[in-house]
């Protein structure tokens, strides 16, 4: 069973849609994904602990990542940025604003920056 929510990402509502890969073939061999041509988001979604021990153990925590991921891809689309700029499509710096998103978040708010 999958569920879904609306974000708005710079004016544009994407829904997200949490689901298995065998609720959405396009999410076979994929954590998640970004549509930017129907404005969805995918992410796998996970329940409380791994029992698979070649797994991460608390895919709690994985499934917020992936969907933090993919949100900043789209937030990149919808400013203009993923299309035609190297920087803006490379995995490891959308990885980076994903994982550290969080905590910058955090000092920002200590600093009453936000």
């Known amino acids: 069973m999958y ?7 710079l004016g544009t509502e994407y829904t997200i849609t949490m689901c298995h890969d065998s609720e959405d073939p396009r999410m076979v061999d994929a954590d998640g994904f970004c549509d930017e041509t129907t404005h969805e988001i995918f992410a796998e979604t996970y329940n409380g602990e791994s029992e698979n021990p070649n797994s991460k153990r608390n895919l709690l925590i994985q499934s917020q990542k992936v969907v933090r991921h ?12 993923a299309e035609n700029s190297f920087w803006a499509q490379n995995e490891e710096l959308v990885d980076w604003i994903a994982i550290q998103g969080p905590k910058i978040w955090k000092a920002w708010k200590e600093a009453g920056a936000v």
Request: proline residues 0%; without cysteine; neutral net charge.
């Open 3 to 9: 569920t879904q929510r609306k974000v708005n990402i």
């Open 70 to 81: 993919e949100i900043v891809h789209a937030f990149l689309h919808e400013s203009g940025l």
